[in-house]
């Protein structure tokens, strides 16, 4: 199912992805013509990603897998692992509000980045994240010298 066409309630979703579904088809009704919503129903859970029409924002998407949810927010950096409980399912909506919202900075590196989002009470959540062997090699002040990204809203109304 994408917000294309929202009206479609999508099939065969089982009880397993049911924790992020209605979060999913929340996002994709809030954000038509914002950003595209896809939520697919791959054999093992539930998979969305939520890309904005904006270019300056933020892309992000989250993996259900029965009793795990994995939420993407940067290049590497940004990886959330949760569980369907309902104080992690909070924090995943309170997540994409402020990915929509453009409270996201993100600094990138050779094969690494830090990802910050600003929480709707003010809190900051960070997560640095590394990619294969040349993400595992030092680079001294990596996070004072390379490009920094303050991602923007969906759309000016977010």
């Given at each position: 199912m994408s917000n294309t066409n929202s009206q479609d309630v999508p099939d065969g979703f089982g009880s397993a992805t049911a924790a992020t579904l209605g979060l999913a088809t929340r996002f994709a009704h809030e954000l038509a013509g914002a950003a595209e919503v896809k939520i697919e129903?791959?054999?093992?859970?539930?998979?969305?990603?939520i890309t904005p029409t904006n270019p300056?924002?933020?892309?992000?998407?989250?993996?259900?897998?029965?009793?795990?949810?994995?939420?993407?927010?940067?290049?590497?950096?940004?990886?959330?692992e949760l569980r369907p409980a309902p104080e992690d399912l909070a924090f995943l909506d309170?997540?994409?509000?402020?990915?929509?919202?453009?409270?996201v900075r993100?600094?990138?590196?050779?094969?690494?980045?830090?990802?910050?989002v600003v929480m709707p009470d003010g809190s900051v959540e960070t997560h640095i994240g590394?990619?294969?062997?040349?993400?595992?090699?030092?680079?001294?002040?990596?996070?004072?010298?390379?490009?920094?990204?303050?991602?923007?809203?969906?759309?000016?109304?977010?």
């Open positions: 129903n791959p054999q093992w859970g539930l998979a969305v990603t300056d924002a933020r892309a992000f998407g989250w993996a259900e897998f029965g009793e795990e949810i994995v939420l993407q927010v940067g290049e590497y950096g940004g990886r959330w309170d997540m994409a509000n402020s990915v929509v919202a453009g409270r993100e600094v990138l590196a050779r094969k690494r980045s830090l990802v910050e590394y990619e294969g062997l040349a993400g595992c090699l030092p680079l001294p002040a990596w996070r004072r010298r390379s490009r920094s990204v303050q991602y923007a809203p969906y759309s000016s109304s977010s």
